[in-house]
């Protein structure tokens, strides 16, 4: 481990720190050494992955660290820099303190999975889903671009934002340190300290206040809904955080696209400060960069991100006839669509017009506010034509969604209201990305996978977390002595909801396991003669893991986890990522159920040569119907797994 540790920061400092320290040198900013590190960082990131992306379309990815090297070089011989000591009077103990603290609280939804646990591998929450797709996809960058998709085989990944994937697998690629071990554990440590640090400082120099910028921490490292208070009035279930239906940012690495975007977005958001007292053109060059590939880190944050840098350019156009905001949006445009377009066919088909979709479902699930008898009293209002009725009831529950969702951030509309006449270009920005992430969700869902355009409203509630951290600072100053009072009871209202998600992540059982029968029968195929073409073939998904008591075997769940601990590509699986990502998942699930049920030995077996299967993966008591003894041949067997291979 120390030695992993070792190789981490030896590429964190190179190929991350050094080329962003290199750029941060031209844009000529007088920045405090703190700000000039964690700006560093988080450009490095920006660069190497932007980097990496074009060198491998051109075939050219051999001369990413090569390039990466020189540019050290030209660091310290052109412009004569050199590493300097922080001294540690200059240090401030308690920012440094809650900073840790806050990055410690929000690894321990990470932190546990991927370890050993009963011979096998466990993994708590959502990451025997998600973070299963994720480390498959880092294992398939590490080795190919354009990267095929190793849960839909013969099919390149497509209509996916995959540049923290690819971050991941360029460390991958030269430290050869544990995929699992790099996404449950160096990155979210690495990318919530620089997260926290680039917050806390952000926030501090944009109000010039260090409460602010410890507050700001507060609200998106610890903070949660208001969800723990719905039980108070008979409803609600146990799910608390997501009552409302958005995750909190305190929780972002269980979506890692979406917490290295809040990095990015952070980052755009400090430059920002600058570019509205001096507008040059290294830091022109800089933003465009930043906002033009945040789409590709998530494109949801993109989209919030360009949109609201538009808003901002027609703006001061028309305010101040200065055209250079108008000019940044539109270049970020340009290198977002340049990076985006060509492998992202689907567009904008995938959203569709459906208003208050997630008001409604909010109001009346189970595992939401469960509020039933409301909505029944709207579908009674509605079927006698009393309009008026129902939009008081709609009004009512938007309140409940935006004041839910934010829960004490809800201060920060207080605080826009008052601020609105003397509101800054930053100030500006965000607003406008929180009134888009607000608007988005409430009148689009996302075809397939309707839930998803609620992602827009994430950086609602984080872009809230600045202005409710001014405004609770303000009011705080009001209350005198009894400010620490104040305090203990904003506490109060934000740790309920993070402590009881926390509670999952940490329990003794986790939610899903890959077991030693399936550990070994997965190391076996791994081991076998690696080729890009065979494909492996598992029995069609059933639903029904929901029902199971944790933990849940990962051989019920619908997810990636065979292509990963393979190595090698499967004919179907995640029939989830497929939807979203637009396949033809339909037909590649008929052909397996028609392959399992079929009794024709010929036709199975015409059905295995023409999609390259060379290994059948079966669990349990999975087995097909034809006579295949002589052109499928059993190489592995245990209690739990059988592995079969196709002859030619």
């Not at 941060?24 to 405090?32: A, D, G």
Request: with cysteine; aromatic share 18%; hydrophobic share 55%.
């Amino acid at each position: 481990m120390i030695i992993n540790i070792l190789k981490f920061f030896f590429f964190i400092f190179f190929f991350c720190f050094v080329p962003g320290r290199l750029v941060v040198s031209f844009l000529k900013i007088n920045f405090s050494k703190p700000e000039r590190m964690f700006i560093s960082l988080a450009l490095g990131i920006v660069i190497l992955t932007t980097l990496s992306f074009f060198l491998a379309w051109v075939g050219l990815r051999f001369l990413l660290f090569p390039l990466l090297i020189l540019a050290g070089f030209y660091l310290v011989l052109a412009k004569k820099w050199r590493p300097k000591i922080v001294w540690r009077k200059k240090i401030d103990w308690l920012v440094v303190l809650i900073i840790v603290l806050a990055t410690i609280f929000q690894n321990l939804v990470m932190i546990k999975s991927g370890l050993d646990y009963q011979g096998g591998i466990a993994f708590w929450g959502v990451h025997g889903h998600d973070g299963l797709w994720h480390l498959t996809l880092i294992q398939e960058l590490a080795e190919n671009f354009p990267a095929q998709n190793p849960a839909f085989a013969g099919e390149t990944v497509k209509n996916y934002h995959y540049f923290f994937d690819l971050f991941g697998a360029e460390i991958y690629r030269l430290t050869r340190i544990s995929i699992i071990d790099l996404y449950f554990r160096f990155l979210p440590l690495f990318l919530t300290l620089t997260l926290n640090s680039l917050i806390f400082l952000f926030a501090k120099r944009w109000s010039n206040k260090k409460e602010v910028g410890l507050l700001a921490i507060f609200l998106t490292s610890f903070a949660s809904s208001f969800g723990f208070l719905l039980p108070f009035f008979g409803i609600g279930s146990s799910t608390w955080e997501t009552a409302f239906w958005a995750m909190q940012p305190a929780f972002s690495f269980q979506n890692p696209p979406f917490a290295i975007s809040l990095l990015i977005l952070t980052l755009g958001m400090y430059l920002l400060l600058f570019f509205q007292k001096k507008q040059t053109k290294w830091l022109f060059l800089v933003l465009t960069l930043v906002f033009g590939v945040l789409v590709e880190f998530k494109v949801y944050g993109g989209i919030l991100s360009l949109f609201s840098l538009g808003v901002m350019g027609v703006f001061y156009v028309i305010k101040d006839k200065n055209f250079k905001f108008l000019k940044l949006s539109l270049a970020g445009l340009a290198l977002a669509a340049l990076l985006y377009l060509p492998q992202n066919t689907a567009g904008f088909g995938f959203v569709q017009w459906q208003p208050f979709w997630f008001i409604r479902t909010m109001i009346q699930a189970p595992d939401r506010v469960n509020w039933v008898a409301l909505e029944l009293r709207r579908q009674t209002y509605l079927a006698v034509g009393d309009w008026l009725t129902v939009l008081v009831i709609d009004f009512v529950s938007l309140i409940i969604f935006l004041v839910g969702n934010l829960g004490v951030r809800i201060l920060a509309i207080v605080w826009l209201v008052k601020r609105i006449r003397k509101i800054s270009l930053v100030e500006l920005f965000l607003g406008c990305i929180f009134l888009t992430g607000l608007v988005l969700p409430l009148f689009f869902v996302q075809k397939f996978v309707v839930w998803n355009t609620i992602q827009f409203f994430y950086y609602s509630i984080f872009v809230a977390s600045f202005f409710a951290a001014w405004g609770i600072s303000n009011l705080l100053a009001k209350f005198g002595k009894l400010k620490f009072l104040a305090l203990f009871l904003l506490v109060l209202l934000s740790l309920p909801g993070s402590l009881k998600t926390i509670s999952w992540y940490v329990s003794a059982v986790p939610t899903a396991i890959l077991d030693k029968s399936e550990k070994s029968a997965l190391e076996f195929l791994r081991n076998l003669p690696p080729s890009e073409e065979d494909t492996v073939l598992l029995y069609p998904y059933t639903a029904g893991a929901e029902k199971l008591l944790p933990p849940v075997p990962l051989s019920c769940y619908n997810t990636a986890y065979v292509s990963f601990f393979s190595g090698k590509r499967v004919f179907m699986e995640d029939i989830d990522r497929a939807l979203i990502q637009g396949y033809d998942f339909e037909e590649r699930f008929r052909q397996e159920k028609e392959f399992f049920n079929e009794k024709n030995s010929q036709v199975a077996y015409q059905f295995l040569n023409e999609n390259n299967i060379r290994y059948i993966y079966l669990v349990d008591s999975q087995i097909w119907q034809a006579d295949l003894k002589n052109k499928a041949e059993e190489i592995f067997k245990n209690e739990r797994v059988r592995i079969f291979e196709v002859k030619s």
